[in-house]
């Protein structure tokens, strides 16, 4: 059974930093490449960023280059992201998935971010 479990969520000021870790099983984790999505209240899945199955590639979404940087440790098959400058507008639901496309492959249940002052 495919399992990916999110943790490291939280609520942090403005400016804070969170590391979310994304643990898998299931599944060959070093042989597909990874995304973190994210979704806000009242809004659709929001793509954030992908990394290749063995770390030499990475992509983000413009809203959060810079800022967040992906990575993967697959001797433990853990996805990580960390998170740092957080805005207010990062609120939201972050996700773990094996496809790019949102609603395709196999996700984990999320983890809450909160960002306020």
């Known amino acids: 059974e495919v399992q990916l479990v999110e943790s490291g969520g939280g609520a942090v000021q403005p400016g804070g930093s969170l590391r979310l870790s994304c643990a898998a099983s299931g599944f060959t984790f070093g042989s597909y490449d990874m995304n973190w999505f994210r979704q806000a209240p009242g809004k659709g899945p929001e793509w954030v960023s992908n990394i290749n199955s063995d770390s030499g590639r990475t992509y983000y979404a413009a809203f959060v280059k810079g800022r967040f940087t992906i990575s993967r440790d697959n001797a433990k098959n853990t996805l990580y992201l960390e998170m740092n400058s957080l805005k207010p507008e990062d609120t939201a639901v972050y996700y773990c998935?094996?496809?790019?496309?949102?609603?395709?492959?196999?996700r984990g249940q999320g983890t809450q971010v909160t960002v306020s002052s």
């Open positions: 998935a094996t496809d790019s496309v949102a609603g395709r492959g196999f």
